[in-house]
């Protein structure tokens, strides 16, 4: 297939880019301190400057507050589990003592570990 053969159709010619994209400051701003403008309902960040869309700015704080709440209640849940454990172990070690005392009691004799008798 050659070149002269290939014709492009009539109104297919590309219009001129009529967009231009503004470079990003160097860093990143998380936003931090933000100024709210009761007057003109607007967010600006204190930091940079730029203008957040308010609802964006909502949703985003809403979903890191949800976030927090999820990880506290998932924090607490180990707590609780740690702690049923815990105090299973301490009941498990004062069941031992209990036996080992018992124990003990009932063995008045002393154990030759040296090879030395004594009585």
């Known amino acids: 297939m050659s070149d002269d053969k290939v014709c492009q159709f009539p109104g297919t010619e590309l219009p001129e880019n009529l967009m231009d994209i503004a470079p990003r400051k160097p860093g990143f701003c998380q936003h931090e301190k933000v100024t709210l403008d009761e007057h003109t309902r607007t967010v600006t960040c204190a930091k940079c400057g730029a203008t957040i869309d308010p609802f964006s700015f909502l949703m985003h704080n809403a979903k890191t507050i949800q976030m927090a709440w999820q990880h506290h209640r998932m924090a ?6 740690l702690t049923e454990r815990v105090d ?7 069941r031992l003592r209990g036996i080992v005392k018992r124990l003990q ?3 008045s004799a002393v154990l030759d570990v040296r090879g030395e008798s004594r009585l």
Not at 88 to 94: A, I
Request: charged share 45%.
């Open 76 to 81: 607490m849940h180990k707590v609780q589990e």
């Open 88 to 94: 299973t172990l301490k009941r498990e070690e004062n």
């Open 105 to 107: 009691v009932k063995s």
